[in-house]
């Protein structure tokens, strides 16, 4: 994988220059992240959300297939991190309705990845809420009647576009 400055790579060797015990032992009681917990298995590597935030903005402009990457890394704060590169690429006037698409098709299809209460928060209304404002929304009850809890989440969440349009029907 490449290291360049906006790679999933580069990201997250900047993560790991911002590591930190004792948020790391602040994430694992607050995430629940031991047995039975519903962040069992999450692994953290100790950033500060804020920090992740400030980190996301720079690597804005990343391209899609290493979004995908930093989906892919078994750290929290890097899918945090793609999730709020997505939302923010989804946000903006300037981003394409293909690009759009593409965001909120990675989404759905990466949804394995977005496994937690927050990476659903972080995205689900700008990215597959702002798609759906003027689609079928099929999905939607899909999402709602599965099994899978972040899944029924995204739902729910994803209409919070709508209810900024006017439209609540769908909530």
């Known amino acids: 994988?490449?290291?360049?400055?906006?790679?999933?790579?580069?990201?997250?060797?900047?993560?790991?220059?911002?590591?930190?015990p004792d948020e790391l032992v602040k994430y694992q009681r607050y995430f629940k992240t031991g047995p039975g917990d519903y962040a069992e298995g999450d692994e953290f590597m100790?950033?500060?959300?804020?920090?992740?935030?400030?980190?996301?903005?720079?690597?804005?402009?990343m391209e899609l297939d290493e979004i995908e990457r930093l989906l892919d890394e078994r750290f929290h704060e890097a899918?945090?991190?793609?999730m709020r590169i997505m939302a923010t690429q989804a946000r903006a006037k300037r981003t394409p309705d293909p690009r759009r698409r593409d965001l909120y098709e990675l989404y759905l299809r990466r949804h394995d990845r977005?496994?937690?209460?927050?990476?659903?928060?972080?995205?689900?209304?700008?990215?597959?809420?702002?798609w759906l404002i003027d689609q079928p929304r099929g999905v939607l009850h899909e999402l709602a009647r599965s099994?899978?809890?972040?899944?029924?989440?995204?739902?729910?969440?994803?209409?919070?576009?709508?209810?900024?349009?006017?439209?609540?029907?769908?909530?």
Not at 6 to 14: D, K, L, N, P, Y
Not at 46 to 51: D, E, I, S
Not at 79 to 82: P, V
Request: no cysteine; glycine share 8%.
């Open 114 to 130: 977005i496994d937690d209460w927050d990476l659903v928060d972080l995205a689900a209304w700008d990215v597959v809420g702002r």
């Open 46 to 61: 100790g950033v500060r959300m804020g920090q992740v935030f400030e980190l996301a903005r720079e690597f804005a402009d």
């Open 79 to 82: 899918r945090a991190g793609a």
């Open 147 to 171: 099994r899978n809890m972040w899944e029924r989440r995204t739902a729910i969440l994803a209409t919070m576009a709508f209810i900024r349009n006017g439209q609540v029907d769908d909530t």
């Open 1 to 20: 994988m490449a290291s360049g400055p906006h790679t999933a790579r580069g990201f997250v060797e900047r993560l790991e220059s911002l590591r930190s």
